[in-house]
Structure formats: C-alpha cells, structure tokens
C-alpha cells in the first residue's frame, strides 16, 4: 500500500481537475440542499458533491486533497476486497489480485485523479456492505444498510452491490426479517429517480431498455477486457487479442464450478454484482460514443465485480506449491504491465492538464465582464467539456475562483508553458474576442509607415484598442500574443482600402502582435 501510494503520487504530479471536476468546483460556492441531489450525468452525487465543496472551503483550489481522497479511496477497495478474499481463498492467494489492484493502471484515470474518489468510494461501499452482510448479525445488517446508502449517494456502480447483498438475503431463511438491509436504500434511491426523472441530465437521458439486446456483447467484452487486465495481457501496443480467450476459459470454470452442485448462496450473491454491473452498462450504452466496456473508466468496478465471482468461486480451495507459484507469476505480470499503464496514462493526463489549466487561464483573462458573451457552449468548448443543456451554469466560474482561489495558470506560468500551449491560448482568445479585420469608414490616428523586413514581412505590436491598417498590395494579417509564432488567421487586406482590426481591453497586460507580407503598409491607431 505504501509503495503504491507513493508511485500515484509521484505519476500523478501536474494532473488537474477533470471536465467533470470544474463542473464540481463552478456549483460549489451556491451549493445547497436541491442543489447537491441534482443528477449529474444519470448518477445521484450528493456525496462528491458535499465533499469536493468541504474540501475547497478548507484547502481553496489545490488539487493535491483531491489526488490524496483518491489514493486512500484506492487503498481501501485494494483491502476491503483483501479482507473479503482471504476469508475465502487464505492471506496468500488473496494477496496476488489485491496486488493487482493497488496498481492498477488498466484503470489510470480513477488511480490517479482525484475523479476517481467518487466510483471507489461507491465500490469501497459496496464492499464494506458484504463484509458487513457476512457477519449475519443486527450491527453488521445496520452498517451494510448505510453503507449502501452511502454507495448509492455517491455513485451509481453501488447498484450492484446492492443487487448483491438483495440476493444474498432472498435466498436465506430469515430473509423477510432482514429485507430492511436492502429495501431501505433501494427505496430511497428510487425515490431519488422519480424526483430527478424530468431534470437535465437525469437517468432518464442516459439508459435505453432497448439497449439491453447488447447485454450479452457487453458483458463478454467487459469479462474479456478485465480479464485481460488483471493479467497483464492489456498493454495497447502488444494486442489485446488474448482477452476474448481469458473470457471463454472465465465462462468454463464458472460453469464447471456450477455444475458441481451445492452452490452456496455466497456465489448467487457475488454473481449478481457483476451482472447487474453489466447489466446497467449495456442500458446506457447508445447514450455516447465513450460508453463502451473497453474505456478504462469501467475497468476497476468490473475487475472488483469479478475477482469477487472468482474468490467465491474458489472458496475452500488451498492451492499448493505449484498453484501459488503459477499465481504469483501472473500477479507479477499483472503488476509490471499495469504499473506501465499507470505510466502512460500519466503522461496522457498531465498533457490534458495542461490543456486544461491553459485554458481556464484565456478564461480568466477575458474577464467575468465577458460572461454573457461566454454562452454555456463556448465556455464549454473552451474548457474541453461535454455541453449539456441545463447543467453547465449549475455554478459560475468566477465565483468559485473568488472563494476558492484560482485553478488557471498564472500568466507568469502560462508564458513559461510550450509553444503549442501558448499557440492554443493565442487562438482561443481571438476566438472569443473575434479579432478580425474589417472594412474601416475612416483612418485611424497616429499612423506610421513600415516596409517589409526578413523574409518580406513586416511585423508589429498592436496598439491598445486596435489598429487600422492600409496597403496597396493584398496580404494575409496574422496574429500572435502568448506564441512565438503567428498562427492566428486575422483576415486578407484589400489593396488600397483602410481596415480596422479592433482588440478588446482585457486583463492581461500582454499586447497582441500582427505580421504581414503586404507592404509598404501604413499602421494606425484606432479612430478617435
């Protein structure tokens, strides 16, 4: 756990605060109680709501809290499942997949952001609840009870679980008296659907029932990804060819186990977490393109949802030498992939955060006064979102960043980023502040000639306001401020007229600067 620890820490330097996340931190200065049970993307999210709100009231914008919530949520699924396991299958063989799951780059995105806290701590839920539900007493049904409350107030890969623990006391002789354990929930997360049903973004926008003719395809493709994961037979650039064969020998050895007889309820249980899992995939599958089994996002509840069919399966069984060694082999093959899976995907996400933070950084620099010109849509496209309609002004932006602190770059940062960074910044800004050329009615002030320099250009900063520009010959006008290079297209001067090109005062004080190959040209002021 240490060891793990320490290796996401150090991957995940430099990550920020995913789509999601910003979404989080614009809605939680006016957080309230109505607030907090809007369904954000089909799911109840009271939970991360509340808790990325306390975090920030404390801590402000920092996201090292968030990456640290995460890396405990990862340690405490990797043991709950441990403790699960190795009532099981003994210490030793359970050691070998929780292993695997504390480094389990498979699933990069909920290891080392703080995005995953909100899908662990559902799992850890649910996990807690069947350890609680094995104690068969008053006090471990009232803590598996509240736990599924907590899972399902958080996210929705509870459901399973909760599916779990339902069939574990239907088909045990005092199920009517211990029914509470799972009605009590399912009842209060129903009463949550009929409430959000007719909200944006509510279940309702994500799950087709028509899509559940894909429940066999998804499941196998799930079992097949996940099998390969846990194995190590994942990485992208050696093919992933052997998944489809570790799910048809997954599907014999259950099947076998099955034919055995004497199924212990225990194994009825654990079976329905992973189908219900699937089950609750496939019905949401058509809602975007991203919703697929193989997306790493699915890959850790589906690896839990099955080592649990697998360790229940096995229950009883001792491996001697020769087995253990075999499990050791592949656990160790598991690890070393997965920890090169974490690698690659911190580079992905470092490289988004970037982007990310760059991005909220052009924000702030047009201001809080340009909010009504940032429509939901464009702030969205500027900050790589996914617009949907009735959640993006959940919270405003620059509340946040006036309670919190801001999460952009400095511009001190911002001109230290890449040049492909700074390019980027340079092209959003002029996309929102529309700096084109157009016809002008009049000369502007204080004009200058200039004549082509190196390379037949001319080069030159824009005043303040804006310039009006004049040339007998045609020429394209280009346009830098944070780059190096000009790579904003501004517009073609026509020979002989006066054209303004008007610049917007913002808040930062870098003047924007515009080349040319028409020349001699003449370079003015804005008009009085």
Not at 384 to 405: H, K, L, S
Request: contains cysteine; glycine residues 10%.
């Amino acid at each position: 756990m240490a060891a793990a620890a320490a290796l996401a820490l150090w991957l995940g330097r430099s990550t920020f605060f995913s789509p999601d996340e910003i979404r989080l931190f614009d809605g939680s200065p006016n957080l309230d109680l109505e607030t907090a049970f809007r369904p954000f993307n089909g799911h109840l999210y009271v939970t991360s709501r509340l808790t990325y709100a306390a975090i920030l009231n404390v801590f402000g914008a920092g996201y090292l809290p968030f990456r640290l919530l995460t890396i405990s949520m990862v340690l405490l699924t990797a043991g709950l499942f441990f403790a699960f396991a190795k009532r099981r299958i003994g210490s030793a063989a359970a050691f070998a997949p929780t292993l695997v799951l504390l480094f389990f780059g498979s699933d990069y995105r909920h290891v080392l952001t703080g995005n995953g806290f909100t899908v662990l701590l559902s799992v850890a839920a649910g996990l807690g609840a069947l350890l609680a539900l094995d104690r068969r007493n008053f006090r471990g049904d009232l803590c598996a009870c509240l736990l599924l409350c907590l899972g399902l107030a958080t996210y929705s890969v509870a459901l399973p679980f909760l599916a779990g623990a339902a069939v574990l006391i239907l088909i045990s002789t005092d199920r009517w008296r211990r029914a509470w354990v799972f009605v009590l929930p399912a009842a209060l997360y129903a009463a949550w659907l009929l409430w959000s049903r007719h909200q944006a973004g509510s279940a309702d926008d994500y799950t087709h029932l028509s899509n559940l003719l894909l429940l066999p395809n998804w499941a196998l493709n799930s079992l097949a990804i996940v099998g390969a994961s846990l194995l190590g037979l994942n990485y992208p650039s050696l093919g992933r060819d052997w998944g489809p064969v570790i799910a048809l020998i997954a599907i014999a050895c259950l099947g076998w186990r099955l034919w055995r007889g004497r199924i212990p309820r225990w194994l009825w249980a654990t079976m329905a977490v992973p189908a219900t899992l699937w089950l609750l995939g496939a019905s949401t599958a058509l809602s975007s393109p991203l919703r697929v089994p193989q997306r790493s996002d699915y890959l850790f509840p589906g690896a839990i949802a099955v080592l649990l069919v697998a360790v229940e399966a096995a229950r009883g069984v001792r491996l001697k030498r020769r087995g253990m060694t075999i499990l050791y082999v592949a656990a160790v093959m598991g690890v070393a992939t997965n920890i090169a899976l974490l690698r690659d995907g911190s580079r992905l996400l470092r490289a988004a955060s970037t982007t990310s933070r760059s991005s909220l950084t052009a924000v702030e620099i047009l201001g809080p006064q340009r909010q009504a010109e940032l429509s939901a849509a464009t702030l969205a496209l500027i900050t790589g979102r996914t617009f949907i309609p009735g959640q993006q002004n959940e919270g405003n932006y620059f509340d946040a960043v006036r309670q919190f602190g801001s999460p952009a770059f400095s511009l001190d940062s911002l001109r230290a980023q890449s040049e492909d960074t700074r390019d980027r910044v340079d092209g959003l800004l002029a996309g929102v502040l529309r700096l084109h050329l157009e016809p002008s009615t009049a000369p502007g002030t204080a004009c200058r000639s200039a004549k082509g320099g190196f390379g037949g250009k001319v080069s030159f900063e824009i005043p303040p306001g804006g310039t009006v520009l004049r040339s007998e010959d045609p020429g394209p006008v280009t346009l830098r401020r944070f780059g190096n290079g000009f790579t904003v297209q501004a517009g073609e001067l026509n020979p002989g007229e006066w054209m303004a090109l008007p610049v917007p005062r913002d808040s930062a004080p870098d003047p924007w600067y515009a080349s040319t190959s028409a020349t001699p040209l003449q370079i003015c002021g804005p008009p009085l």
